[in-house]
């Protein structure tokens, strides 16, 4: 089994920036791929910044250019640095990890990001 637990969500200002923190527990996930994924109440999940067990990474359109996604395999760790952010950003940010694609296996609690306008 493998926990996850994000860190580092909070209240900014818009144009602010943000680092969100994955550590997994339980198991070495080096050779799982690690993504982040973001919900508004009422809305689907969306998945936006996946990174390989290679390092290849993929963003949605919506934060490609202004989100980063890396990985720290010593750490076990996920990152995901956030930057001009803007209130449309406002969800909680989930992380997870995956053997498969399309597959997500694991998921962590979520943190909150509220951007203010």
């Known amino acids: 089994q493998v926990q996850l637990l994000e860190s580092g969500g909070g209240l900014v200002q818009a144009g602010g920036s943000l680092r969100l923190s994955c550590v997994a527990s339980?198991?070495?996930?080096?050779?799982?791929?690690m993504g982040w994924h973001r919900q508004v109440p009422g809305k689907q999940r969306e998945e936006i910044a996946v990174?390989?067990?290679?390092?290849?990474?993929n963003y949605a359109d919506s934060v490609k250019g202004r989100f980063t996604i890396s990985r720290d395999n010593a750490k076990n760790t996920a990152y995901l640095q956030m930057s001009s952010l803007k209130p449309e950003d406002t969800a909680v940010y989930y992380c997870?990890?995956?053997?498969?694609?399309?597959?997500?296996?694991?998921w962590g609690q979520g943190t909150q990001v509220i951007v203010s306008s």
């Open positions: 990174i390989t067990s290679g390092g290849t990474t």
């Open positions: 339980g198991r070495t996930v080096s050779t799982y791929a």
């Open positions: 997870a990890i995956r053997r498969v694609v399309f597959k997500w296996d694991y």
